[in-house]
């Protein structure tokens, strides 16, 4: 009998030992998808920022390629300011060069009018002979 009790023990205890295997199995595998289940929910937490990441990128390249085209119409913009300046220069220049030459033309006539020569206007106004002796003709004091 004592063979049978000893038989039956080592049955039983390897049992035990496959059923202890068994609920480690089962445990790990428990653990194991546990794991598997919050790296999953990483994964697609990730995949989201991505998305969003994707679309600020694209919204990001509208916004550049809108600011792009601003520019260009700025520059444009520019471009005809710095033109009308410069035609504003010129005509400026025109006109100060006009009331130059008219303040010189009224000192020869007020010169031609006390009586003054040819060629002191001349010297006086850096006119040509020409235009002091037509001068001196229309506006020159009778005495001379």
Do not use: P, W
Request: charged share 25%; net charge negative.
């Amino acid at each position: 009998m004592d063979l049978q009790v000893l038989i039956l023990d080592y049955i039983l205890t390897e049992r035990a030992g496959i059923i202890l295997l068994l609920v480690a199995t089962v445990f790990y595998v428990l653990q194991q998808n546990k794991t598997l289940t919050a790296i999953e929910n990483e994964l697609l937490h990730v995949k989201n920022k991505i998305n969003k990441l994707v679309n600020r990128t694209d919204d990001t390249t509208s916004d550049i390629s809108s600011l792009s085209s601003r520019i260009s119409n700025l520059s444009g913009a520019v471009s005809e300011a710095n033109t009308v300046a410069e035609g504003t220069k010129k005509e400026l220049s025109m006109l100060a060069e006009g009331i130059s030459n008219e303040t010189i033309f009224n000192e020869a006539i007020d010169l031609a009018r006390k009586g003054s020569s040819v060629e002191d206007i001349v010297k006086q106004t850096k006119l040509s002979k020409d235009q002091a002796e037509t001068i001196v003709r229309f506006h020159g004091s009778a005495t001379k």
